[in-house]
């Protein structure tokens, strides 16, 4: 029913991050563990001939991939501006671009 400290999901420990490149950090940490996974049942669906497993995952595939790499971006920008308090603005400005031409992608 309830978590013990510190304790997240699934009784995996939360990970403490400092500022906004250790966050975006732990999202890209993340997001390769579910890229791995992911990948795990990929080829499990591959090895027991499941043709439309294999054929749904193809999609989630694609969205790993191209999560994996906003982070990549996202922790380069950063990298460039600078972490510090003082640099927020600029981190925000570049996560605001960003999403802005993932909707006009998606439009």
């Given at each position: 029913?309830?978590?013990?400290?510190?304790?997240?999901?699934?009784?995996?420990?939360?990970?403490?991050?400092?500022?906004?490149?250790?966050?975006?950090?732990?999202?890209?940490?993340?997001?390769?563990?579910?890229?791995?996974?992911?990948?795990?049942?990929?080829?499990?669906?591959?090895?027991?001939?499941?043709?439309?497993?294999?054929?749904?995952?193809?999609?989630?595939?694609?969205?790993?991939?191209?999560?994996?790499?906003?982070?990549?971006?996202?922790?380069?920008?950063?990298?460039?501006i600078g972490d510090?308090?003082?640099?927020?603005?600029?981190?925000d400005r570049e996560?605001?671009?960003?999403?802005?031409?993932?909707?006009?992608?998606?439009?």
């Amino acid at each position: 029913m309830g978590r013990g400290c510190g304790q997240g999901r699934f009784g995996q420990r939360q990970r403490k991050v400092v500022g906004v490149k250790g966050l975006f950090e732990a999202v890209r940490d993340q997001e390769l563990k579910v890229t791995h996974h992911v990948g795990l049942v990929y080829e499990l669906a591959g090895a027991e001939k499941d043709h439309a497993t294999v054929s749904f995952l193809k999609t989630f595939v694609g969205e790993q991939h191209e999560e994996n790499a906003q982070c990549r971006f996202v922790l380069d920008r950063i990298d460039l501006i600078g972490d510090g308090p003082e640099s927020l603005y600029f981190i925000d400005r570049e996560l605001t671009a960003l999403a802005e031409r993932k909707e006009a992608a998606a439009a």
